[in-house]
């Protein structure tokens, strides 16, 4: 079983729909009854609380708002459905015991909302190795009057020892660097896109070099209308079949060498 | 090897054993797409964000022009029409996909975007490009687009410019769950494509999430490439959950949630 974040954007509220009924029919077996859990990183420990149980066959939405007072502002809150209690405190991140599928992955709805609107997705969030790369090409700022795109970068390690990496932003087309922006572990890193230049041809691409994350990208008019929220792919799902890992790394260098030919990816 | 562990590794080969979720391609070097859901109609625009994948794992002299093809279906699978669009290295080409397919091919169907050249670096890995790129869809003329990206590898172009598809069936009827609340009031489409070579069988149950009763069901008989919506409106119904089932190894729908005209999109 995987983690579920919360999201948190400015002008936004995050919240976690979470399942207790399996994705298929085949893979997980009968189910039972689970507890749901937020984890969050404070001062080098994860600390848990545990907020109930939910029977088979429900969902339960967790807000931002619902976690007022318990987890502090500064903290990711990470959503979790386990059999059996986590520890109240743990110097890594607590494994879960929960029932894991492969096909789909046991997932979550993680949405943002406004008053007016909501968006979401499909997914859940595993730990990364730590240290990792990032690198993907982010087509989705939109353009318009009152429209604003953040970039939000969420990253999860299993050390909750906080370190900090230099997420560099550059037009792929002339490798020219448009910003740079320090980027945490253990976060929902938010970076606003607009203000860079970027204009309707330019392809953003996004580099970590030391730190991996899932890059989402949040857009939506000023008045909060209307919302878009999507995640781009890792080079690996530019390819299929085969040892796709390794073509992963392959453009990972040769972009890596692009951009900063005299550092060594 | 305990018996208990046993029973379970037999239990998982009846649903995995040579079923893959998706097949490789017959050819080494042939490109691979999603089918992406197309609409356009008053209410609809879709648009798809090409970028140039070969360039990225290589360089290729800027004095030969390069292009990728993209190939239209309606609802039924039937092929409508083919596009060779010119590519810019790099760059971002918001194409307008409602435009391109025009109107003479009703309001929904199936793309599929194929790049020319595939580079070395991936078919020597024994791997296949594939695009499984980013859709936006427009509704009634909203400022902002909503954006998905793709999640199957459906269809293989052969070098005899024939398709192959790429879809997989199981031996036993699966259930795709999608773990998403459907809370009122809004109204649902769900997208479903068919990748394999004969007609499926979906059947769509929305089970009440309050009592766990059968809410309603419909059954659609799709034939290879065909697409179908399927409409759930949730305006006065209890909160619902839905099931899927077919013989894919993984009939992962699209997701139109409509709310107070505002558009949210995503994947199962």
Known sequence: MSYYPLLKVSGAQGWVTLCNFSPNNWEAGATRNQLVNVTWCADDVWITACLGTLEVGKTRTVTAQDLQGLVPDSALPL??????????????????????TATPAWRASLGLSTLQAQTSYQGEMDPFPAPASLLTFGPFVQ???????YLILLNLESSPSPRTDTLMIYDAHHQALKGQFDVHNNQANVIPLDGLGFHSTDLPLFVCRTMAAIPLYFSRTADGNFLSLEHTHPPASLVVHGKRWEAQKILKNRWFEKVNPKVNP | MTPSLLFQRLRRAIWTWKQPLTQQPSERTAPISDLFIWRASKDWQTSFELIDIPSLFCDYPHTIPRNVTIFFFDDKGRYCLEKRIPVLPHQRQTLNISSLVGESHGEVGTFAVFHADIPRAVTDMGSFLTERGYVSYRYQQAPLQAYVHGNYDAIARKSDHT????GVTGWLPRQYCLQHAMQNPSYYEFGLVNPTNKVQSFTCQWISLLSGKL?????????????HLIHFPINQSEPARAVIQSRLVMARPLVFRIQNSKLDVFHG
């Open chain 2, 215 to 227: 809410l309603s069901h419909q059954i659609v008989k799709l034939p290879p490439q065909g697409m």
């Open chain 1, 143 to 149: 353009f318009g009057a009152e429209i604003n795109n």
């Open chain 1, 79 to 100: 959503l979790s459905l386990t059999q059996n209690p986590l520890p109240p405190q743990s110097p890594r991140l607590p494994k879960l015991d929960g029932v894991k």
């Open chain 2, 163 to 166: 398709f192959e598809r790429l």
